[in-house]
């Protein structure tokens, strides 16, 4: 027998907050019987969980999640994301269209933005 992922888990100290940007993020929605100030926090249609810790982000987290765009440009996609609360990181984009960004959610976690899939094609 084998193991499946049941959630990909985030430590934060606001597991409300953060799981409504990651909602927006997604286009989803937080579910109904989660409320501010609840310890744990989970997003519909989602495997991702948000769970209440005392302590901060101390360093670079080991894993991370890479976003594609599906209906957008990489470039649009970020700005999408600095407007929603994000922090750009590091910025390896490229002037020929190639690389990705590295954005920060509001506690400080690093994600990517990829190009989409159109923008794969194109080159």
């Known amino acids: 027998m084998t193991s499946l992922v049941?959630?990909?888990t985030f430590d934060c100290a606001d597991p409300y907050k953060l799981a409504s940007f990651w909602a927006e993020v997604f286009g989803t929605t937080l579910h109904p019987e989660d409320q501010p100030g609840d310890g744990e926090v989970g997003l519909v249609g989602s495997d991702l969980l948000f769970i209440q810790v005392p302590e901060s982000k101390a360093v670079k987290n080991r894993v991370h999640v890479d976003l594609q765009p599906q209906d957008r440009t990489r470039d649009e996609e970020v700005e999408r994301l600095l407007a929603l609360g994000a922090t750009l990181f590091a910025d390896h984009r490229n002037?020929?269209?190639?690389?990705?960004a590295v954005l920060l959610?509001?506690?400080?976690?690093e994600f990517c933005v990829e190009r989409s899939r159109a923008e794969r094609e194109q080159s």
Request: charged content about 30%; hydrophobic content about 15%; cysteine-free.
């Open 105 to 109: 959610d509001p506690e400080g976690n």
């Open 6 to 8: 049941r959630h990909v």
């Open 95 to 100: 002037p020929d269209g190639t690389g990705w």
